[in-house]
């Protein structure tokens, strides 16, 4: 079910990940409601109250179906609004908008998953499934880079995914501070550095238009195939539903066709600039 | 079957068309350019009026000829009235818990009947019909106009300096999305029925037979238009553009036009299928409340291709890229058509005279002017 017209939504939590992102887990306010349902990787277009919307992934629900999180980076004025906002305020949500990942395509394969910057935060919905759901898919890899190791948030879940069987974390920090864990220098440095049985790879990334375009070329210079390659893209949004032209990329409505896309649908206009 | 409508009967139609309970929308001269807007009476009409056009050039005319159709196009059309500048889409209210109370806005005022709609610009309107109505999502604020909407089309007699719809084969003569189509002729027109409810108006105004003179001179008004024609779109318009623009996006001229460009948005305005629109807010007066509502937007502005930190169109030459690439090129991949139907507004509009059809042809490399031109009526 997708809601077209805004319904209301409660802010039930509310965490500080880093002193410009945090999470709101939300919950709906009306009872027929219920039916909404998302793909990992879809997005909500959240409103603030006499301001506007934001088009926001939707990272998780909680066990009854009707607690969804939204980890938001404070940038400009809707999110500076929602930063503002306390426990028991109320917003506007309507979506799922959007195709979201591959999961059925990555069945019985080994996931590699690259995010740069806030990207980690569309992936958690990703990893979230795949260890629901462990037996259904092979080893899981998951990097992620930052541009400075203090930008780095969720570090309490990446110790603990590390932990887990089967699982393998690197992190990546351009600039570091001296404990960090990671590597210091490019996440594509990390794909030399973990193992990878690239015949039965299935990638995807969300992060920095750059970064992924770097990761995509090392990626099938090491011989991944073009379409073992999803990456979810990022334009100006409006309306989520294809009407408002600002999300274009050539022919294709990244709030409809995409966010996420195989490399090949995208690769030709990645390496132009302006589109 | 073909009907005659006398000129003394203008009148009696819209009568009909107002006892039937539509605002009656029809040409008329305003600061020097003929824009659609309420019509009243027959007097109303631009009789006698010539449109002179050319790249960043329009200006009327007064002929001693009494015809009320004799011009080709101004700025609007059709879709000010379904596609709005600006229209509401949800109201929103805060309620004393503070609790958000979300409530669709939908049209609420009479429905329109235009007359004078050209064949460009119903082939604009199916075009449009494709982004906003034939789509997975449907706009419902465009479907209520649309639904509402009585079109009386008129066909061309005479073409404007900058059509060149006979290349994209979208005119001069309409052949579907309308109720009634026109054709001006001695005393009047010659009326094809296209729909039902053209049927019962006509039925309504006790028209008579057209006769085989009226027709054979409708035939030859609409010929003349076709003939007047000096420009064409290469390759006309076909799908083959999307892969010639697409695969020269570093061709020179884009630097070139660029050059020229004044990235003011003019051509996006009145091109009768750009859909581009943003998203407005606006506070009710206790603050208790807010206006959601969509208004036209331009991809030749800062905001179109702002994201957080980065315009991804940041200068004048990206943005003209993107203009022409979608238009004559990507369209193909979303609408499975041109986003162009061969009105030449955006070439009359634009301050600088940007014509799109030379654009196009320094990048095919086919050439944009008529050969087999015959002379028409307003060649000096
Ligand atoms: C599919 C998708 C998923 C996203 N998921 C997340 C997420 O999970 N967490 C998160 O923090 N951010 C996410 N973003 C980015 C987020 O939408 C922008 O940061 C946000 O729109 C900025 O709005 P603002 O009003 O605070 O900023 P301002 O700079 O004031 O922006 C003004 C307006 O421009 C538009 N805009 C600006 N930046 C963007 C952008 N990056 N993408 C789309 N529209 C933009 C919006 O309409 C915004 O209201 C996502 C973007 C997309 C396209
Ligand atoms: S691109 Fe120009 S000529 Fe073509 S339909 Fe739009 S305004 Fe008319
Ligand atoms: S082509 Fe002409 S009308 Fe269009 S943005 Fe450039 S200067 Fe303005
Ligand atoms: S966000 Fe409006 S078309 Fe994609």
Known sequence: MMIDTPVAMKIIAKNEESPDVFTLTLQFMEEKETGYDFQPGQFNML??????????????????????????????RVTQGLSLLKIGDCVGLRGPFGRGWPLDKAQGKDVLIVTGGLGCAPSVSIIHHILKHRERYGRLIILQGVKHSDDLIFRKQYQEWAQLPNVQVALAA??????????????????????????????????????????????????????????????????????????????????KEGPVFNYPEVKFLLSQRGF | MLYFLAYEQINDLLNALRTLGYTCMGPQVQD??????????????????????????????????????????????????????????WRVQKNDDGKLIFKEIMPDHKPVALIGARSCDLAAMAIQDKTLLKDKFIDKQYQ???????????????????????????????????????????????????????RNLITTLKCIPATETNSRQADTRTAQAASMQ??????????????????????????????????????TAVCPTCFCHHQTETPVA???????????????????????????????????????????????????????????????????????????????????????????????
């Open chain 1, 47 to 76: 409103y603030l109250f006499g301001v506007g919307e934001v088009p926001i992934s939707i990272l998780a629900h909680g066990e009854d179906n009707s607690l969804y999180a939204h980890t938001i980076r404070r940038v400009g």
């Open chain 1, 174 to 255: 351009d600039i570091s501070q001296p404990n960090w864990p990671g590597h210091t220098g490019l996440i594509t440095e990390l794909l030399d550095q973990v193992h990878l049985d690239l015949s039965k790879t299935l990638c995807m990334m969300c992060g920095p238009e750059g970064m992924m375009r770097a990761t995509a070329e090392r990626l099938t210079q090491l011989q991944l195939p073009e379409d073992a390659i999803y990456l979810s893209l990022e334009r100006n949004m409006e309306c989520a539903i294809g009407h408002c032209g600002h999300c274009q990329f050539g022919g294709t409505f990244i709030c």
């Open chain 2, 32 to 89: 020097g350019t003929i824009v659609f807007d309420e019509l009243n009476h027959a007097a109303q009409l631009p009789w006698g009026v010539h449109d002179m056009q050319k790249p960043g050039y329009y200006r009327l005319q007064q002929s001693e000829k009494k015809e009320a159709f004799a011009w080709a196009n101004g700025p609007q059309a059709i879709k000010p009235l379904l596609f709005k500048p600006k229209e509401s889409l």
């Open chain 2, 144 to 198: 209520w106009h649309r639904e509402h909407l009585f079109v009386i089309a008129v066909n061309c007699s005479y073409s404007g300096g900058n059509c060149f719809c006979v290349s994209t084969q979208t005119g001069p003569k309409a052949t579907s999305g309308y109720d009634l189509a026109l054709t001006e002729v001695d005393k009047g027109f010659v009326v094809d029925i296209g729909s039902d409810k053209g």
């Open chain 2, 230 to 267: 000096t420009k064409r779109m290469p390759k006309n318009n076909s799908r083959e553009l999307r892969n010639i623009l697409m695969n020269h996006l570093d061709h020179p001229r884009w630097h070139e036009v660029a050059e020229r460009c004044l990235s003011c948005g003019n051509c």
């Open chain 2, 286 to 380: 206790q603050g208790d409340g807010s206006v959601h509502a969509r208004e036209w937007d331009s991809c030749f502005t800062q905001g179109h291709s702002y994201i957080h930190g980065q315009v991804v169109r940041d200068t004048t030459e990206k943005r003209y890229k993107q203009w022409l690439t979608h238009k004559l090129g990507t369209w193909w991949d979303q609408f499975d058509t041109s986003g162009c139907v061969g009105c030449g507004r955006c070439v009359t509009w634009c301050p600088v005279g940007i014509d799109l059809t030379e654009e196009m042809a320094a990048i095919a490399g086919e050439s944009n002017v008529v050969t087999d031109k015959k002379k028409g009526p307003h060649d000096d």
